[in-house]
């Protein structure tokens, strides 16, 4: 179950998936290919979203994390979600736990706040 969130976390962090997006995913959704542009390994992703199907280029770090899934839960079929439902009751357990549910401007900080950080990672790059 920790294992599960923290990959989950290191997922939705090298991905700038959106956490519903993340939900509906099947492990047949994904598939690990050699970028064409830079020829470094990512994930190719195909997102069912609030704007119909799309594709999404992870980050290199978003491929651990995925293998690690398929690794915990070898009699997954293609059709089962990789992390189903959000873990937003674990996720609040763990930002409150480490007193971090609030950035220092007082906003809260959610499963959400992963896409954010994706953003600026990429922007910093």
């Known amino acids: 179950?920790?294992?599960?969130?923290?990959?989950?976390?290191?997922?939705?962090?090298?991905?700038?998936?959106?956490?519903?997006?993340?939900?509906?995913?099947?492990?047949?959704?994904?598939?690990?290919?050699?970028?064409?542009?830079?020829?470094?390994?990512i994930l190719e992703i195909e997102v069912r979203?609030?704007?119909?199907?799309?594709?999404?280029?992870?980050?290199?770090?978003a491929i651990l994390p995925f293998q690690r899934m398929q690794k915990r839960h070898p009699n997954a079929q293609l059709t089962d979600k990789i992390f189903g439902k959000t873990r937003s009751v674990l996720i609040n357990q763990v930002l409150?736990?480490?007193?971090?549910?609030?950035?220092?401007?007082?906003?809260?900080?959610?499963p959400y706040s992963l896409r954010h950080t994706y953003i600026c990672l990429r922007v910093m790059e």
């Open 49 to 61: 979203g609030k704007r119909g199907v799309g594709y999404c280029k992870s980050t290199t770090g």
């Open 1 to 41: 179950l920790w294992e599960d969130l923290h990959d989950y976390i290191l997922f939705m962090a090298n991905t700038g998936l959106r956490p519903d997006e993340a939900g509906r995913l099947e492990y047949r959704d994904v598939t690990i290919v050699a970028d064409e542009d830079t020829g470094e390994r």
């Open 96 to 110: 409150d736990d480490c007193n971090l549910k609030h950035d220092r401007d007082g906003n809260v900080r959610t």
